[in-house]
């Protein structure tokens, strides 16, 4: 049984959904954010030095941090969603499954917290939109006829990308970006993503 410790309203809701499609059981340790500063609750620090989530633990070991358990979790569960390493198609994988957190997550954290400066931190918002809509355009390019990225079916970068796609569109992006609004809205409709909603707590 691997267990999942999951934190409300962030990432580690990737892990759940990935788990679902690969019909792997678990169990989730849900963790709710502070009322008032929205980060992490100091419980987390018990689990991983960061006190960040997700962090699974199978076979006696912990692994944090999203790519690298989603990475585990297809090579052990699902080599299907990762294409062959003598492929093209590949090198699209590890560049996009890199990109999901060392690229496109950076403007839109910025976006969150230059926001919390209120007027001192406007002189930013031009520099940090101008960069969130380069980056939003290069994941509505990547993207394949068939709706996915990488594959023409669910692969480790869908998965990945799911939550700065999903993010984004709750901003009211979807006009402006109608490809990847389609993708977010085909992500959500499958079954196993409405089921680790719910074994997420519902959010």
Known sequence: MIKVHHLAQSRSLRILWLLEELGQPYEVVRYE??????????????????????????????????????????????????????????LEHLE????????????????????????AGAPLHPRIQSETVKHLQFMEDSLRPSGHFVLD???????????????VMRGGRAAQFPKLAACVQAMQDRPAYQRAVVAGGGD
């Open 153 to 167: 079916d669910l692969s480790a970068v869908d998965i990945m990308l799911s939550f700065p796609a999903i993010s």
């Open 33 to 90: 954010r502070d009322a008032q500063t929205r980060l992490a609750p100091p419980e987390l620090l018990d689990v991983h030095p960061l006190g960040k989530a997700p962090v699974i633990e199978v076979d006696g070991q912990r692994l944090g941090e999203s790519g690298a358990i989603v990475e585990y979790l297809c090579a052990r569960f699902g080599p299907q969603m990762v294409p062959p390493s003598d492929s093209a198609a590949y």
């Open 96 to 119: 996009l499954m890199h990109f999901a957190e060392g690229s496109v997550m950076t403007p839109l954290l910025l976006h969150i917290y230059v926001g919390l400066l209120g007027e």
